[in-house]
Structure formats: structure tokens, C-alpha cells
């Protein structure tokens, strides 16, 4: 099969062409040549900007499927249609669980939980109008490419790569072991699904050319904060005690963690993605590869960090 990335040389995108090519697939990347620039050397790449509208290296091509991992704005949809025409094949957009209205899922998110307003009116992203830019791309992907469109909305996405660094902190701290401060809930659920993961399911819909929209989340079973921490630690051969702290404790916050009015947020139905074929990897796998690539990489500093001094003292302050 032949497949066009829409992007496709940083963390999901990179997932999503590795498993394409392993799985023997001709794959064609389209960016600007920036990002990962010496990956993938023996492909395909044709160089254009999205922000700017310059498709013209996609002029005349035919693909069997076209995979749009940075359409974030409606206008790149648009523009991206127009320059592929007929050439596009089956359109699989990667959309976001950010566009579901949590006020509106009651216990659980399924597929077909109300999604939030469509955003049209500016090209501004924020965490306020993420989700509602995506839920406009997702109706003009829909209202394009009918039963050849394919709409994959992931959750929290882990892995090797992972540009965010939110799963990353907690590996981390769990590889140091011991007493691990926790400004949370330990009993709040929490979803990641494994990059991987995320990239063989989104192969094996192209494969079986299959329509329809898949929440791709993680892992297999539900988990809890204090179980994820846990099964960090467990990838990394350390023991941890989890001592919940105030909520307010850390300035910022850490990854991860939410009110308990935004729990249903971390419980999505992943049922539709199973039954197509994404499997789920273990949080302590998913932990351990992480952990290998962290300090491959040197461990830089985090976005979100608590120093050990300063852990320390909220974990005595809890235990009085």
C-alpha cells in the first residue's frame, strides 16, 4: 500500500511510519524537513509548510491512503484536499479526545459522546480552542471524504519520543524509588495508551480499509494514579511508597493529574479500537522504554519537576 504522512517525523507520526514500513508499506512523508530531518532516509519526502498553504510537492501524486497527523486547524484540511484532489485515498485523520464534551459524557466517553462546538473563527491555538479546532477538521475530513474518511481520536499518548514529558515524569520519579509525593488522588483513573500501540492501530485500519472513529486509549484495563506510579516503578526494578499530598502542594501541578470533576476525561471506551486490532502494552513495558530512552537522551530537565528536597518535605508534612 501506498501511504502519505502528513507530517510524520516527530512522536506519534514517527510511531505511525515505523510500524508502516515494518508492516512492508511504501510510505511518502510530507513536511517542512525540519523536525527529524535524518530519519527515515530511505523514504520518500516531499517538502511543504501547512502553515503557509505550500502543497506544491504534492502535485499529481496518488496514494492509497493518507494519514493527517497535523491537521489542527480546519484550513489544513481544506487545503490538503484540495491539493491531493482524487489522489488522496482513504483519509485517516488523527483527531484528539480533547473534542468531547465532558459535561456531557456522563459515567464514560464513547464515540458518540456530544462533542464540543465546532471553532471557525480563529486559527489561535490554545487549550481553549484545541478540541473545538479538531472537531471543525473532523467534520470537514467527514463531509470530504465520506466512507473513505477515518477518524482516530487518541487519549494521553506515551512512548519513546514523547515531546510532552508527561508520562516521562513519572517514570522517572519511579525510578528513583521510595517515597513518592503524590498532589492528588491516588484512586483517580488515568488513561495512556502506548505510541505504538496507537501506530498499529492505525495501520490495521488502513490496511483493512475501514471507516468509522476509534478512541485509541490506554492501557488494557483501567488504572489509578497509584497504579500507574506503581507499574513505573515496576518497568524500572524500584520500589515505591505513594504518599498522598495536597492537591495545592506543588505550584503548577504534576502530569497527569485532574480535579474529580474532569475524571471522565480518563475513562474512555476503547472498545471500537480493540475489536480493529490495537493492542494493549503494558504500563510496565511502556515504562521500561521510556526509562531506556530518557537516559539515553541524558535526562534534560522536565517541564513539570519537583526536586527531591523539595518532595521530601511534603511527604513529612503528610505523615504528621
Partial sequence: MKILMLGGTSFVGRAIVEDAVAAGHEVTLFSRG??????????DKRIGDRATGDYTSLEGGTW??????????????EQAAKALGDGAGRYLFISTGSVYDKDAAGDQM????????AERGTEEITGETYGPLKVACED????TYGDKATIVRPGIVAGPYDPTERFTYWVRRAARGGQVALPGRP??????????????????????DKAGIYNAVGPGRPTTMEALIKACAQ???????????APDAVEG??????????DVMFLRARDAAEAAGMPATPLEKTAADVLAWDRERGEPQLPQDLTPEREAELVASAAR
Fill in 110 to 117: 464513547t464515540e458518540q459522546t456530544p462533542r464540543l462546538p
Fill in 187 to 208: 484512586e483517580q483513573p488515568v488513561q495512556v495508551v502506548d505510541s505504538r500501540d496507537l501506530a498499529r492501530l492505525v495501520v490495521q485500519l488502513l490496511d483493512d
Fill in 235 to 245: 518497568g524500572a526494578g524500584t520500589d515505591v511508597e505513594v504518599v498522598p499530598v
Fill in 253 to 262: 501541578g504534576l502530569p497527569l493529574l485532574l480535579p474529580p470533576d474532569y
Fill in 34 to 43: 525540519k523536525t527529524g530531518a535524518d530519519l527515515f532516509p530511505h523514504l
Fill in 64 to 77: 492509497d491512503a493518507t494519514v493527517d497527523v497535523s491537521g489542527y486547524i480546519p484550513r489544513h484540511v
Fill in 140 to 143: 470537514d475530513v467527514l463531509s
